[in-house]
């Protein structure tokens, strides 16, 4: 898997496997391409060269069905700015939703599991994390899905 931005390889030939329960982190100095390597693993942005699957899914083909597969929290994520769905939704593509869908993206948002220190911080909704965070830079946030 490659990725060159103009004559600089970010990515240049990784190649690895990574089997169900395994545990896998990227080390390396800055600069070396590990954020560049998970933004290709999450359809963010599209391989030079070389072929990715997530679940059997490939990243250029089937970039929807690898997202339906994965999470991804990056290091500097936008829960530290103002939170806009379809502000973020449609910075790639026009999207139209019902209110069906609205509905269960709301009932989502309200389920938002939060873990501060080690402990389970419970019924607080995106918009109670985000005033909790706006101080606190150190809060760690995970997210359960669906």
């Given at each position: 898997l490659s990725k060159h931005f103009g004559t600089q390889k970010a990515v240049d030939n990784l190649s690895f496997e990574a089997h169900p329960g395994q545990i896998l982190g990227f080390l390396g100095p800055n600069g070396a391409g590990k954020t560049t390597t998970m933004k290709m693993l999450c359809c963010y942005t599209e391989p030079t060269?070389?072929?990715?699957?997530?679940?059997?899914?490939d990243v250029k083909t089937s970039p929807?069905?690898?997202?339906?597969?994965?999470g991804y929290l990056p290091e500097h994520n936008p829960l530290?700015?103002?939170?806009?769905?379809?502000?973020e939704l449609g910075k790639e593509k026009t999207v139209i939703f019902s209110s069906h869908i609205m509905q269960e993206v709301q009932a989502l948002c309200d389920r938002v599991v939060i873990i501060n220190n080690g402990?389970?911080?419970?019924?607080?909704?995106?918009d109670t994390l985000r005033n909790r965070m706006e101080g606190n830079r150190s809060v760690r946030v995970e997210f359960a899905q669906k």
């Open positions: 060269e070389g072929t990715a699957s997530v679940e059997g899914y929807l069905l690898v997202r339906k597969q994965i530290y700015e103002e939170i806009s769905l379809i502000k402990n389970l911080v419970a019924d607080e909704s995106i």
